[in-house]
């Protein structure tokens, strides 16, 4: 598999993450190395074997629709980057 | 008194010998006096470590006192705890004061332990060397020039070094268990789902497992009887009975059969360390276990897996942080999407975006298939391999590590080299298995050397007995570099 800078840019921006071009090479270097390592996983057959997802075969635990969680608003409020009257402020996405 | 085991501790406290206040005042004293060398601590708070002492005394003093009641416990910085600063390594929770515990900051709470401060970690728990941190690198106490492993790698210098009687860990893909070899202390990585992962900070949430980190096997039983336990709020926290993980530490091995993957001895060792694995083995023979040569066929696919599964998680557990309710947040943005993007390329650093990249590129349309589902079926072989081993042992054994500590920005600019760090650890979280590392001698510039136990689901206090079987019979757990 070969990656390109545009690769590297188009994932970059899909994680919301910002990324230059020299940044988008020398990730491309890094991560085409990365990818390497990775496809050494392609020459074992798989067809046959189920995902396995989890560590455990566990299932999702219901709990009885109750709030068990007190109002804590100001508090977590106190450490975000910027709010006003109770609301976390964002640049404005809606004209 | 630093190098006192926690039952000693323990013993000095409820005999009044010495007060928590006290012993907690030593090792904050003796923090301010190494920690400048080592970094080993992101923060220290001697306010609320000396108020948790004082209630901890009053507790000793109420005969209340349970077996850690007064012990400073060093916490990686990855456990949120209210009032805290709680970074995880990283700028992006520079600014970040936890406005609630975690469910192992609360066991350890009610326990009557105190904290003694938040150690220094790899950004997000990503890399093997600890210097990745935002806060800048660890140095192993053995070997300034060497690194201490990572990603616990502060928690493995306090022990090791005497900064704290015992310490936190998690494990994502040896992140417990390399450093603890590094830096020649005892650590283990419980069975997956043992140990809460609520309020601990998320990087592979189906690989991660907190676990504790100590200079002995007696102590870390100790320390896993508080650490485990039933979390509602951990969705993958298992509910079972309480156990005594202490309970088999005086057993005797005879018969014990012990299986020796031969893929964990092939080309890829050093000869120090495979040295040193030997006289281990030798030791385990004397005590009358036996060794078995067993196979686990797709072990080498261990890493590739792992750097498919835990970059894919990753990249969703950090798209959290988006600069909106914590966390940083860039000064200049020109609209939301803006803000996102800056905020998270400012906020973390090159190892964590690469794994988000890699992460967020084999989830991506078209590709999900080839990478992530064949991760997962290449983990399910993984699995099988170890339960047909178990069939014919009782216990995995091999070295933690391929060589000892590097040395600092010896790999810093190879990831694939450093990812090849965790080359023996990373099945056990890939299977969920339990897995430590316990310290048996030293190779290539007198750096420590770990051995590698792996055991089969919840088979913990066996693993400890057999940890400890061996620290009564040979004294490397017992060597401090300080």
């Known amino acids: ?81 910027q709010v006003e009257a109770g609301l976390y402020l964002v640049p404005q996405v809606i004209e | 008194m630093f190098n006192a085991s926690l039952k000693q501790l323990s013993i000095q406290l409820a005999g009044k010998k010495i007060s928590s206040t006290e012993l907690t005042s030593e090792f904050l004293q003796r923090i301010k006096q190494l920690n400048p060398e080592y970094n080993a601590f992101i923060t220290v708070n001697e306010d609320l470590s000396l108020a948790q002492a004082r209630a901890a005394d009053q507790m000793i003093a109420a005969g209340q006192a349970g077996p850690l ?96 009687p015992a310490a936190t860990g998690t494990d994502t893909g040896g992140s417990i268990r390399q450093p603890a070899a590094l830096c020649g202390i005892s650590g283990i990585k419980p069975t997956y789902g043992l140990v809460s992962r609520y309020g601990m900070i998320a990087f592979a949430s189906s690989l991660d497992q907190g676990g504790p980190m100590a200079k002995s096997a007696e102590d870390l039983a100790l320390l896993l009887n508080v650490m485990t336990g039933f ?35 092939a080309a890829g060792m050093s000869n120090d360390v495979a040295s040193a694995i030997d006289k281990a083995l030798d030791e385990y023979r004397k005590l009358g276990a036996q060794t078995v040569e067993i196979s686990l066929p797709n072990a080498p696919l261990a890493i590739p897996v792992y750097y498919v599964l835990a970059p894919a998680e990753a990249s969703s557990n950090l798209s959290r942080f988006d600069g909106v309710r914590y966390g940083h947040r860039a000064e200049s943005y020109s609209d939301l999407a803006d803000m996102y993007r800056k905020s998270r390329a400012q906020g973390f650093g090159p190892e964590v975006k690469r794994r988000i990249l890699i992460g967020t590129y084999v989830l991506s349309h078209g590709y999900y298939d080839a990478y992530y589902i064949k991760a997962q079926k290449l983990r399910r072989l993984i699995a099988q391999d170890f339960a047909e081993a178990y069939q014919q042992c009782d216990i995995i054994m091999g070295p933690t590590t391929p060589t000892v500590a590097f040395n600092l920005g010896e790999k810093s600019g190879d990831p694939i080299q450093m990812y090849l760090s965790d080359i023996y650890t990373s099945a056990a979280n890939l299977t969920g298995m339990p897995a430590m590392s316990i310290p048996v001698g030293f190779g290539d510039k007198n750096r420590p050397i770990g051995l590698h136990i792996i055991g089969n689901y919840f088979k913990e206090a066996q693993m400890l007995n057999v940890a400890h079987q061996y620290q009564l019979a040979t004294d490397w757990h017992s060597r401090s570099p300080v």
């Open chain 2, 69 to 164: 009641t007064g012990i400073p416990i060093a916490q990686k910085d990855i456990f949120c705890a209210k009032g805290w600063l709680t970074t995880c390594g990283s700028k992006m929770l520079s600014n970040f004061v936890s406005p609630y515990d975690a469910g192992v900051i609360e066991r350890f709470n009610q326990a009557g332990a105190v904290n003694i401060g938040k150690t220094n970690m790899d950004e997000f728990a990503m890399g093997s060397s600890n210097e990745t941190s935002y806060y800048g690198p660890v140095k192993n106490p053995w070997d300034q020039a060497a690194v201490p492993g990572g990603s616990s790698g502060g928690a493995a210098c306090a022990v090791a070094a005497r900064l704290a």
């Open chain 1, 1 to 81: 598999m070969t990656l390109s800078v545009s690769d590297v840019k188009r994932i970059a921006d899909l994680a919301y993450i910002e990324i230059d071009d020299n940044e988008a090479k020398e990730t491309l270097t890094q991560l085409s190395g990365i990818f390497n390592l990775i496809e050494s996983m392609q020459a074992v057959d798989t067809s046959t074997v189920e995902p396995m997802s989890h560590a455990q075969s566990v299932v999702q635990r219901l709990r009885e629709d109750e709030v068990t969680e007190t109002d804590q608003r100001e508090l977590y409020q106190s450490i975000a980057p």
């Open chain 2, 231 to 265: 979390d509602p709020r951990d969705s993958t926290s298992l509910q079972r009975d309480v156990e005594d993980y202490a309970r088999d530490l005086q057993k005797p091995l005879a018969g014990l059969r012990i299986g020796l993957p031969k893929e964990y001895f």
